[in-house]
């Protein structure tokens, strides 16, 4: 079983003898224990989501040629420790488990130039996600990046994975759309928004993962339209098994990407 530390493009791989010149490992060390818990109710946010996070331990052994050599290893270590998109990855199966370092303890040894690194961290969301993102396809549609998501239509999601998925909506106006609602049938929650400046070509992007609303006008920043969310509704979950999504307005089609990341208990 393979695994590595991953930040953006820094890679820290953990299961082989020698990962970088001069950096050495003791085996992978996890520690499991249920700190606390969060929760989230249909629509509102009540916290991080987590479900129970767990501590990890690990005992990296930093080695040098001379000072300087030890100087540059230990600072990419620290690099990508200190990372806050930093994730321990599973390269076998393709899943990931999001970390955050509380603490990186060097520990001397004989010399400078050889120490062990200890860090301690924990994984807050407690569950592996599959590291590519899965994402509904029209097999009927010319586009490939994404389909036409006519009023009324729907869609089928079959969440394979034990766990809630949290997917993400990319709504791109075809024509002027005030308003409109996704409504996950199978569960009967709905998201519905109601934005004036939503014209054609302007995207609005539903993040039920981070649990943020965005519209973006080509050329400008992304605007938060959280407040536009209609109340009594808001972000919702792909349960496990088939979720039905439906798409709703009376001012037509819009062109959608959805994404989802599989996840199972850590």
């Known amino acids: 079983m393979g695994y590595s530390l991953r930040a953006g493009d820094l890679v820290l791989p953990l299961t082989v003898q020698e990962f970088m010149q001069n950096f050495d490992h003791a085996p992978v060390t996890i520690k499991q224990k249920v700190i606390e818990r969060y929760g989230r109710d249909g629509g509102t946010i009540t916290g991080d ?62 010399y400078r130039r050889a120490e062990m690194w200890t860090l301690d961290a924990v994984c807050p969301d407690a569950a592996w996600e599959t590291v590519a993102e899965q994402e509904i396809i029209d097999e009927y549609d010319e586009y490939t990046d994404g389909f036409i998501w006519e009023n009324n239509a729907e869609k089928t999601v079959n969440n394979t994975d034990p766990l809630d998925a949290w997917p993400v909506f990319e709504l791109t106006a075809t024509s002027s759309n005030s308003e409109f609602a996704i409504v996950n049938v199978t569960t009967g929650a709905v998201i519905r928004v109601g934005e004036s400046q939503f014209t054609e070509g302007v995207k609005i992007t539903l993040d039920s993962r981070t649990g943020t609303a965005q519209l973006e006008a080509a050329g400008e920043d992304p605007v938060d339209i959280s407040q536009k969310i209609a109340d009594f509704t808001g972000f919702f979950a792909l349960q496990p098994g088939e979720n039905v999504l439906r798409f709703e307005s009376i001012f037509g089609a819009v062109f959608a990407r959805v994404t989802y990341r599989l996840r199972r208990p850590f």
């Open 49 to 110: 989501r987590r479900l129970a996070s767990r501590k990890l331990r690990f005992t990296v052994a930093v080695r040098g040629l001379d000072d300087q050599n030890y100087d540059e290893n230990a600072a990419a270590l620290y690099a990508i420790a200190s990372r806050p998109d930093l994730y321990l990855q599973n390269d076998t199966l393709g899943y990931r488990l999001a970390l955050s370092v509380n603490t990186i303890t060097p520990k001397s040894e004989a």
